[in-house]
């Protein structure tokens, strides 16, 4: 069973600032990482997809990175409206879908 | 537009069960799974399962296997999950989500549907 492993689990940054979690996977899995963002009392929202392409419409501020078993999500420019909970997810044969602990994001 | 709405909140006694209900609308429901992914108070997101409804196949997580059927109705295009033998360790919301093919072996949610809180209490 592949295990993802979701850091920080919470980060308090100041608006303006570049904002980096990181997803890693104890298996070789690809690029076959997602990301979604929640804001509290709301649904998970697909940001990412395929480890780095960004869901149509979803600022330019946020990206990813990573293949194999070492993910980054990145927001360049933190703003007000990005504080929410940050998972990523992944898939497993069986079919097996795994996500991360979540990162709580704040605005200092 | 294309949108998953779920069914309202429910209380529940423990031991007993619950269903929820997912109505798709804006997209060909055949055409995709649905999975469901529950959240616990002030916790991560956990996938208990999956269901295909034009194969009527229903792939539930290893740890939900014994207690939860996920059907779906083609003719309404609503897809329901229903959990058995609840106790207070169900409570959550549980969300309904489309499952998306992204590549070879790899899928993910790219529609959820609003969420329903289960309450499981005494």
């Known amino acids: 069973d592949i295990q993802m492993t979701q850091s920080p689990s919470s980060l308090s940054a100041s608006v303006g600032d570049r904002v980096t979690i990181t997803c890693r996977a104890s298996?070789?899995?690809?690029?076959?990482l997602n990301w979604y963002q929640q804001k509290p009392g709301k649904a998970p929202e697909l940001l990412i997809y395929?480890?780095?392409t960004l869901v149509t419409g979803v600022p330019s501020r946020f990206s990813g990175s990573g293949s194999g078993t070492d993910f980054t999500f990145t927001i360049s420019s933190l703003q007000p409206e990005d504080i929410a909970t940050y998972f990523c997810q992944q898939y497993d044969t069986v079919p097996r879908y795994h996500f991360g602990q979540g990162t709580k994001l704040e605005i200092k | 537009q294309v949108q998953l709405v779920q069914s309202g909140a429910e209380v529940k006694k423990p031991g007993s069960s619950v269903r929820v209900s997912c109505k798709t609308s804006?997209?060909?429901?055949?055409?995709?799974?649905i999975s469901w992914v529950r959240q616990a108070p002030g916790q991560g997101l956990e996938w208990m399962g999956r269901s295909i409804p034009v194969l009527d196949i229903a792939n539930p997580a290893q740890k939900f296997q014994d207690r939860l059927t996920l059907t779906a109705d083609t003719s309404t295009n609503i897809a329901y999950m229903e959990l058995t033998s609840l106790t207070s360790q169900d409570t959550a919301m549980y969300y309904c989500?489309?499952?998306?093919?992204?590549?070879?072996?790899?899928?993910?949610?790219?529609?959820w549907g609003q969420g329903t809180v289960v309450i499981v209490s005494s």
């Open positions: 804006g997209f060909i429901f055949s055409s995709y799974a």
């Open positions: 298996q070789d899995i690809s690029t076959c």
């Open positions: 395929d480890a780095s």
């Open positions: 989500a489309r499952d998306v093919s992204c590549g070879a072996d790899c899928y993910l949610f790219d529609i």
